[in-house]
């Protein structure tokens, strides 16, 4: 059987997705479900950015699940000191089993995937975050149920978090208004490609109008840590906070990522609020993270 990757939410059919969604739901909510279906499997976990959610909801994932992380730093490993990618793929899917990369370019991940014998999961590029998507969507089912044509509203930076955002658009059938200033939009081309239910906005207030849920993310990625202080200016008005999310359906949510830097794109007050579930959308990595590993690797 052919070896599948998770390297954007169009690796999976949108019903592969829900799948995976809905097994992640029952694994959180029935613990004799914690088998032992990765039992004697290895992860190889390779970050070239640092992680918090993504590097220990992997790591406890396969520890329930019987098996092991191995987690590789480029400043440890020959990465680091320039042994091709390709040559790294080949070797590491010879020993392990599964492989997530966290890195910069999307290319090098795809470049690794093309030479890897084991699934390889995307755990953060500049283009994408499909783990965070799944979890964001499987919270989204559980506060509200089905997504599917509903409403969703993007404030802040067209980056990674928001190109996912996109695919989710498409993969999960719901309209996805994106609120960005000017110079900071998400990819043409994806825009473009999903321009029957992606649209982008300049006004916030608009473009959360009876939205039933609206997200955010940083406003300098990793890697964009110089530009700060001139992102803090490009962006003043577009913080989500209660006097926005007022705009927005009476029972929407707010969901970040996270890290969240309070003051800046939410407000201290709203990342607490009972319409925030970001402390859900945060352990829902690992649940959503083990259907995903299952899917991937103990498919008959
Ligand atoms: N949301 C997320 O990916 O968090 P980490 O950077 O902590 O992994
Ligand atoms: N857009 C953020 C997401 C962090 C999980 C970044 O790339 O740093």
């Known amino acids: 059987m052919a070896t599948r990757h998770f390297l954007t939410l169009l690796d999976c059919s949108p019903d592969e997705l829900r799948n995976i969604i809905k097994h992640a739901i029952a694994l959180k909510n029935s613990p004799d479900l914690r088998d032992e279906s990765m ?5 190889g976990m390779i970050f070239e950015k640092s992680s918090t959610r993504t590097r220990v909801s992997f790591e406890v994932a396969m520890n329930q699940m019987g098996g092991s992380a191995l987690f590789l730093s480029p400043s440890d490993t020959q990465l680091g000191r320039g042994e091709p990618l390709e040559d790294s793929a ?6 392990v089993d599964v492989i997530t990369i966290r890195t910069f370019s999307h290319a090098s991940l795809e470049l690794f ?14 283009d994408y975050h499909p783990c965070q998507l799944l979890a964001d ?29 996109i695919n989710a658009a498409r993969q999960f059938d719901f309209e996805l208004r994106i609120a960005c200033p000017e110079g900071f939009e998400p990819r043409a081309d994806l825009v473009e490609a999903n321009a029957d239910r ?13 939205s039933h849920l609206v997200v955010t993310d940083v406003w300098a990625s990793m ?29 929407a949510l707010f969901m970040h990522c996270l890290p969240a830097h309070r003051g800046e ?9 009972a319409d925030s579930v970001v402390w859900d959308e945060a352990e829902n990595r690992l649940h959503a993270q083990k259907a995903l590993l299952e899917f991937l690797c103990c498919r008959d």
Not at 39 to 43: D, E, G, P, V
């Open 39 to 43: 039992k004697n499997r290895t992860l």
């Open 90 to 95: 080949r070797v590491l899917s010879r020993m």
């Open 113 to 126: 995937a093309q030479h890897s014998r084991v699934p390889v999961i995307n755990s953060l590029t500049d």
């Open 137 to 165: 969507m499987q919270t989204f089912f559980e506060h509200r149920g089905d997504i599917a044509g509903k409403t969703v509203t993007w404030v802040g930076d067209g980056h990674n978090m928001c190109h996912s955002y």
């Open 198 to 210: 992606v649209q982008i906005l300049r006004d916030p207030v608009a473009a959360v109008r009876d």
């Open 223 to 251: 890697g964009q840590e110089d530009e700060s202080l001139e992102r803090l200016r490009s962006f003043e008005g577009f913080q989500v906070n209660h006097e926005l999310m007022a705009h927005a359906a009476s029972d």
């Open 265 to 273: 794109e939410v407000s201290a007050e709203l990342l607490d609020a």
